[in-house]
């Protein structure tokens, strides 16, 4: 069974920036493509940012682009969001699972940004 842990949210002001971490267990990231979704409160769950295997191929949600990077580290089997120029409306809980999402999801990690 693969697992999530989520962690490294907080309050930040508009215009900071936060690392997110996500520890995988029963999967080898090396193998194993991952995304990062995000929930805001009266919302639907949206993909934030995909990446490959093999860290070829790389996705983001548009509202993202360019103040976001996906990035994993294959002997931590960890992948990380890190979240520069943060907005309000990138307040969400934020979430790992595979490029599908079709796996049983983590607790989260909060984020929120104030303006």
């Known amino acids: 069974q693969v697992e999530f842990v989520e962690s490294g949210g907080g309050q930040v002001q508009s215009g900071g920036s936060l690392r997110l971490s996500c520890v995988v267990s029963g999967a080898t990231i090396a193998n194993y493509p991952m995304g990062w979704y995000r929930q805001a409160p009266g919302r639907q769950r949206e993909v934030v940012a995909r990446?490959?295997?093999?860290?070829?191929?790389?996705e983001y949600t548009d509202s993202v682009k360019g103040r976001f990077t996906i990035s994993k580290d294959n002997a931590k089997n960890t992948v990380y969001l890190q979240m520069s120029d943060l907005k309000s409306e990138d307040t969400a809980v934020y979430y790992c699972?595979?490029?599908?999402?079709?796996?049983?999801w983590g607790q989260g990690t909060q984020v929120t940004v104030s303006s």
């Open positions: 990446i490959s295997a093999t860290g070829l191929t790389i």
């Open positions: 699972n595979n490029w599908a999402a079709s796996t049983n």
